[in-house]
Every structure is written in structure tokens, then in C-alpha cells.
């Protein structure tokens, strides 16, 4: 405790407070507002305040003090002693810390830091206007949690891709093993020269179409697919990506001198994609039945941990289609702008999940900035393809089947759009914020127990259970510390606790339950 010089001290500087009204505010830091911490030891309590503390009545009187409020409401002795103080002489900031912390019972008091807002979603500067995929699927929420990292790269399998497009070429992957033009297979991966990408059809390091095709040639179809998965986002022109800033590894499996409208070597392009160490690889083709080479391919793959994404076919059928319909690949299926399954989607229960196909925006090739409309579950495949891209970003330690688990569950159901085709459209249609706020590192989970919320995501109420026996707390956080929901009652194990939800917006919370021996943190999601 400080003694009563200080009191000494604090009266001296009340009367020469006027004097530091002319000091300026700093604009790095929050005006109005500052941090209390009261000392442990000390039984001063400041909310509500009773108004019994001469010295810091004439502070309050001084400043125009407002307000004094406990800024993190809990029993975490780091937390429950800090008060916030809202006040109006905001250019005396620097006078009010100094004379708060000579009250004898102030552990300290400081500026808060500006966090600045970015807006309650991110908006790239070049989201096209017929981009509508983007409000059906909430992506610009979803960019409020990741814009995506360099570090995960998607290949994109296809008939060709320019990668000198100007919305492709920054997100064009460099593998960091091969020398240039040297001729030679530096990083001994089997592909000489695959400084960025491979033509696994023509056996060379050049991954672009033939030179000099128009817009509606068939190559146009893996730069369109490219575009839509991970197109440069936010640089001002073009379109955007929902894949935002991963990596595009220029896969091409036709040959030059093929129509374009084929793959003739679409597993030697898969098989690349394994060696250049993709984490995902999108596959906008398929056939009608499967093979034993595709399977063994495929497998291999998943045996590498690979995220596959597959397009089911454009027949408008319920037949299996391959390589969608592989166990180990995430068969997408293709929705317009009304959630309706488009007229020339396959459907069936092999099935995972459908995403927006109708009428997609993107790259195309008869320049580096030329962009067209095109429609096929092979535009539904690569949104699939940048959402996976993007789960990795935030957690790139989840399994394969974990992030086929993230997506299928985030998915909104679209069962009333469809009434003819109800457990024929996988999971429903992609939600990115959905799938995106379910994923991440796993709260601590205290080892002496177990928490578990249920239904998770939640809606109106959920549920709560632990093994606790004992008297507890129980919180629900917002993400940022704010408490919304707190209660205290007596648990014995597997008792079922109500959670009423109304009034809490959709999110990603965290549910704590603590006795004064231990703690558990779960996180719940509310839609």
C-alpha cells in the first residue's frame, strides 16, 4: 500500500491539472476510456461506486469521470481487479494516469490500444458485380477470418491454365526447388524445369493453352477453373477469389494438339500434383465409370494427405461420376442463384455437397485480362476447392476427412429448393462462414475432465455436459473476452444444462465451466 505522501502528492498535482488540458491526444490509442487495475490485496470495490473516496472524488470532478465499470465481469483473479474508466477531458489522459496511480489502492492505469475495425465484413476491392456466388456462400464473413495463406497451394488440374492472366499470375505457385531454364530436374521430382507447374500431357514445363485461342475455345475451361478458386483478390482489378491469397499450381493433363475439350492424361496430372505437394487438388473432370489405375492414383493421394475436390458431372443424372465418386474425393455437385440444383448437375447420394455453378465469373484466355461467364459443376469444384484452401489456411494440421467434415457441415440445408431431389444433393449448399468458424486450434480442454456442447452449431438453446461434481461457474465468451451468458449452479456428471440463446448473434463463442480445482473451454457456434 502506498502511504500518505502520496496523498500529498495527488493534491498538489489536482491543482496544477488544468495545466495539461494542453496536451494532445494520441491517436494510437482509444480516447475517452483507460484501464483501472486495483490492487489484490485491497478491498476497494469500484462497482457500483459509493462515492467514499475523497481523493478520487475530485479526480472524477476534475476529469468528468462517467463512468466505472468491472471491464472483464469473471472470478479470474488476472481479470476481475480491472475496471474500465470512461471519462471526458480526453486531453488530460497522461494528468489522469498519474494522479490515479497515486491513489494508494491502484495496482496501475493505462491508455487502451486502438484496435482499428476493418468493418463487419471484408470486401475486396474487385468482387465483380456478377459474382453472386459471394453473398449465397457469406465469403466476405468468411474473409473476416482468413484471407487465405501463400503457403497452401491448390492444383488445379485441367486442360491448361494461363498463368501469365493478370488475376492469376500473383497467385501462381514458384516451386522454390527449380532453377529456371537450366533444363534440368534441380529438386529431382521427376519434371525438369517445373518452375511454376507442369504440362503432364505434353511432357514439357509450359502449363499454358496454345497461344492465340479465342475466348470460346474449350482451353479456356482450366484458367476459368484457376480464376475461380484462387484468382489475385483485392488488387483492384478483374475478379475476386474466394481462395484470396492461396497458391494455384498450374496442372495441365491435355495435349496441345487435342481439341481442349478432353483431359487425355488427367491422373499423370494428379499424379504431379502429388509430387509438387499440393495440399489440395481440384478436378473438374470425370467419367462415367472408374478405373483401377484412377483408383490406385487416388489413393495415393489420400495417402499423402491430400484434400481432393471433384465436380459431379454435367448429365444431369444419378449416376456415379469419376473421380468425384471416389470415397476419398469430395464430390461437388452445381446450384444457381436460387439454391436450386442446376438443370445440368448430376445428383445422387454419392453426392457431398452442392456449391454455386450457374453462370460463374471468371478468367479466361484470349488475353491477360479477359474474363467470361461459364456454367458446369466444373465451376462449382474450384469454390469448393479455395473453401478448402481456406480451412487449411486456419488450421493446416487437419486430416483430409476432417476438412470434408468442416465443409459438409457448414453447409445450409437447401432441401425446400429441391423437394424433387431431398437426399440427392449431399449436405446442402456450401456456407464459407459456416464451415470457417468451426474451424481452428482446439481450446485447452482441462485434463481432469471433459465438457461437451450440443447441438453444435446451435441455434435458439443448446446444451451443456462435463464430469464435474461441484459447485461451478459457467460462461459464455465472446471470442474477443466479453461475457454474454453466465450462471452458477451445483453439477454432477452428465447433468444436462440449458443454454437459452436468444439475442446472441451468430458467431464463434466459447463455453467455460470452472470450480475453483479446475477448467473447461469448449467452443460453440451459433448460427
Not at 468468411?142 to 503457403?151: C, Q, R
Not at 472408374?290 to 458431372?313: C, E, F, K, P
Not at 452445381?334 to 442446376?342: C, F, P, W
Not at 481452428?440 to 446451435?458: C, F, K, M, Q, R
Request: some cysteine; aromatic content about 8%.
Amino acid at each position: 500500500m502506498k502511504n500518505i505522501t502520496n496523498y500529498l502528492v495527488l493534491i498538489f498535482l489536482l491543482f496544477l491539472a488544468p495545466l495539461a488540458k494542453s496536451q494532445t491526444a494520441n491517436p494510437d490509442f482509444l480516447d475517452g476510456s483507460l484501464y483501472l487495475k486495483v490492487d489484490d490485496s485491497s478491498s476497494v470495490v469500484l462497482e457500483p461506486y459509493p462515492g467514499n473516496i475523497p481523493a478520487l472524488n475530485l479526480i472524477i470532478n476534475l476529469f468528468g469521470l462517467d463512468s466505472i465499470y468491472k471491464a472483464f465481469p469473471s472470478q479470474d483473479p488476472l481479470l476481475n481487479q480491472i475496471y474500465r474508466i470512461n471519462f471526458t477531458d480526453t486531453l488530460g489522459v497522461q494528468s489522469l494516469i498519474s494522479q490515479l496511480q497515486l491513489l494508494p489502492f491502484v495496482d496501475y492505469a493505462e491508455k487502451i490500444p486502438l484496435h482499428k475495425t476493418t468493418g463487419t465484413t471484408f470486401t475486396p476491392d474487385d468482387v465483380n458485380p456478377l459474382q453472386w456466388q459471394f453473398a449465397k456462400i457469406h465469403a466476405e464473413n468468411a474473409w473476416d477470418l482468413t484471407t487465405g495463406s501463400p503457403s497452401v497451394k491448390i492444383a488445379i488440374v485441367d486442360n491448361a491454365i494461363r498463368i501469365t492472366h493478370a488475376d492469376l499470375a500473383p497467385n501462381i505457385w514458384t516451386n522454390p526447388g527449380e532453377t529456371p531454364n537450366n533444363l534440368l530436374d534441380d529438386d529431382l521430382n521427376g519434371y525438369p524445369d517445373d518452375v511454376h507447374g507442369y504440362d503432364a500431357a505434353d511432357f514439357d514445363r509450359n502449363p499454358n493453352p496454345p497461344s492465340g485461342l479465342p475466348d470460346t475455345d474449350p482451353f479456356f475451361h482450366g484458367s476459368h477453373c484457376a480464376g475461380i478458386a484462387s484468382a489475385a483478390t483485392n488488387n483492384g482489378q478483374g475478379i475476386a477469389s474466394l481462395g484470396f491469397n492461396c497458391s494455384i499450381i498450374p496442372v495441365k493433363a491435355t495435349k496441345d494438339a487435342t481439341g481442349g475439350d478432353i483431359l487425355t492424361h488427367p491422373y499423370e496430372g494428379v499424379f504431379y500434383a502429388i509430387q509438387a505437394h499440393a495440399d489440395v487438388i481440384s478436378m473438374s473432370f470425370g467419367a462415367g465409370s472408374s478405373s483401377l489405375t484412377g483408383q490406385r492414383v487416388i489413393q495415393t493421394a489420400a495417402n499423402a494427405g491430400i484434400v481432393m475436390i471433384g465436380a459431379a458431372g454435367n448429365s444431369n443424372v444419378s449416376t456415379e461420376f469419376y473421380p468425384a465418386a471416389y470415397p476419398e474425393v469430395l464430390a461437388v455437385g452445381s446450384t444457381n442463384d436460387q439454391d436450386q440444383k442446376s438443370g445440368f448437375s448430376n445428383y445422387g447420394t454419392w453426392v457431398d455437397v452442392m456449391a454455386p455453378g450457374s453462370n460463374i465469373y471468371s478468367c479466361k484466355i484470349a488475353s491477360d485480362t479477359a474474363y467470361g461467364l461459364a456454367s458446369g459443376t466444373s465451376m462449382a469444384c474450384p469454390l469448393v476447392a479455395g473453401l478448402a484452401g481456406l480451412v487449411l489456411s486456419m488450421n493446416p494440421n487437419l486430416t483430409p476427412a476432417q476438412v470434408y467434415d468442416a465443409i459438409k457441415n457448414g453447409c445450409e440445408n437447401i432441401d425446400a429448393a429441391n423437394p424433387n431431389h431431398i437426399g440427392e444433393i449431399g449436405a446442402g449448399r456450401i456456407n464459407a462462414w459456416n464451415t470457417l468458424l468451426s474451424v481452428g486450434t482446439d481450446p485447452e480442454i482441462h485434463p481432469s475432465g471433459y465438457l461437451v456442447a450440443y447441438p453444435n452449431p446451435a441455434s435458439q438453446r443448446a446444451n451443456f455436459q462435463t464430469n464435474l461434481t461441484s459447485r461451478a461457474t459457467w460462461n459464455l465468451h465472446e471470442i474477443s473476452g466479453k461475457t454474454l451468458l453466465q450462471g452458477t449452479e451445483i453439477l454432477v456428471p452428465n447433468q444436462v444444462t440449458s443454454l437459452d440463446l436468444a439475442g446472441i448473434s451468430p458467431g464463434l463463442y466459447l463455453l467455460e465451466v470452472f470450480t475453483e480445482q479446475s477448467r473447461q473451454v469448449t467452443k460453440l457456434v451459433v448460427r
